[in-house]
């Protein structure tokens, strides 16, 4: 029997060279494209909503921000005291100053104020067609009060079919079909149904004002962060984005997720609304952009209290991925020393291979990988591994697909696509050779589908670090067993005679290691760039995944 215990420090999973070499496939040097994104809108002196909101909405989701002024308001935390329209024409030298010198990648259109504005923003839309335009109808502000004049809503209309995404939130849907606001998350969805198809375009469904709904009084609330989703809003806050010509695939995406409590939601719509033009210009897709987005909100909502900005309802806090909430606060020191804005390189890739270390000697002890080494492995139990893997590799191939459409870069998108085809083409053909010659039943087994299960659970997290850490276990703890499964069987003398000879050649493969290098070295860089909320999520992603390696390796002593 080869002796497993042997290999020095077993507690350390991964050799120090796993860790820290370079991957071997480096990223191209060509650098991320920064999306160029306008904003029309009012001007908030609060700096909560409006044009401020989306400058630093825009800056927070990675474009380059720049603004057309349709209306300057007097107004705090507390409320608008006051609403100046200059006049439309200025507004339209302002839109073609921008698009005579300037590309623009996206647009975001908010407050708007009369019919004169409208009418000059669609006639520069219809004129310069902007690939990406986002519109959040201000109409109604949370106390009820109108923005838009009555006389303006015939205007507004004629605007809709010119946007490649609408987001009113609820009252705002109710006033565009002239129909009651939705009492309902049910109702809410077959109001967004019936705007779509009267504008022929996206719409984003908010439930921030349903049942314990909570969002501000200025001119741009009503953004929503996750909740329970279906056709229940329950005590959550779901989104759902939906449209009846079939761009999404399906008629309605729902995106569900969690209430947060706070009064400081000020401009929560404003935000919302521009992050998605910004992502949107950056990854084409509307519902990877709307997972992307929610929970950069969630956390701007969260850690609002830290900007302690007015005695009203307060603005979000658009930088907080940026900075952790208790460094460099006036009288506070800081509890983080000089890592203020994250992690370093190295620093929590190094944390999670230390968390791991007990589930890797926990796979090292079980009787499959033992037997698989000495080649003592009842026949039965490595034919339903097999099976179990095919299984899980094409579940395993749609989470890397999803990882691949959220990820923020060109390099990690490719990276991770590929790595979803691997699954697919190389592997699963591999597992299927070997049950060609080893009949077993292709049924699910529990462990399989509790592993797939968590897995797809974090691709609808809306965080791309959270599900990168959660697919790594599959990478990196892998690739240490097989690593060591395959030295043990060269230090044998690499037997012919052994039974599982073959399939323990197939773990001496450079390109996985490489590959196992670089998902770690994406997941320290997400890690880096996250809230100190979203690497809370990461690690414990990254640990429930390392107990379902476990779990699989010792599945079939359990059911085959």
Known sequence: MSDLSARPNP????????????????????????PRVLAIAGSDPSGGAGIQADLKSIAANGGYGMAAITALTAQNTQGVRGVHVPPAAFLTA??????????????????????????AVRSWLEKV??????????????????????????????LLPLA???????AELGILLREPAAADWAEALAQGKRLAALTGTTVLV???????????????DGGSVDGDAGNDAGAGCPDALVNTGGLLGTETVVVPGERIATRNSHGTGCSLSSAMATVQARLGDWEAALREVKPWLLGALR????????????????????QRPTDGLPGQASQHGPAAHGPAEGEFAAALRAGAADDL???????FVRGLADGTLPEREFAYYLAQDAIYLNGYSRVLARTAAIA????????????????LEVESELHRSWLSTRPTAPTLGPVTKSYVDHLLAASVSGSYGVLVAAALPCFWLYAEVGSTLHREFLAGGAPVAHPYADWLRTYADEDFAAATRQAIAYTDTAARRASESEREAMALAFRQSSGYEVAFFDAPRLYA
């Open 361 to 367: 000697d926990a796979i090292y002890a079980l009787d």
């Open 11 to 34: 507690s350390e999973f991964l050799p120090s060279d796993f860790l820290l070499s370079k991957p071997s496939h480096p990223s191209p040097a060509t650098p991320l494209r920064i």
């Open 164 to 170: 490649d995404l609408i987001t009113p939130n609820l």
């Open 129 to 158: 067609r902007p690939a990406v335009v986002v519109l959040d109808p201000v109409m109604v502000a949370t106390s009820g009060d109108r923005l838009l004049q009555e006389s303006a809503e015939a205007a507004l209309q004629a």
């Open 303 to 322: 850690e609002a209290a830290v900007l302690d900005v007015g005695s009203g309802n307060g603005p979000v806090h658009h930088f907080h991925h940026m």
């Open 408 to 423: 923020p870069t060109e390099a990690e998108q490719l990276f991770w696509a590929r790595s979803a085809q691997t699954c």
């Open 206 to 220: 908010k439930g921030g004002h349903l049942q314990g709904g909570q969002s501000g009084d200025g001119p741009d």
């Open 94 to 119: 302002q839109l073609d100053a921008i698009s005579d010198d300037i590309g623009i990648d996206a647009v975001k259109i908010g407050m708007l104020g009369d019919a004169a504005v409208i009418d």
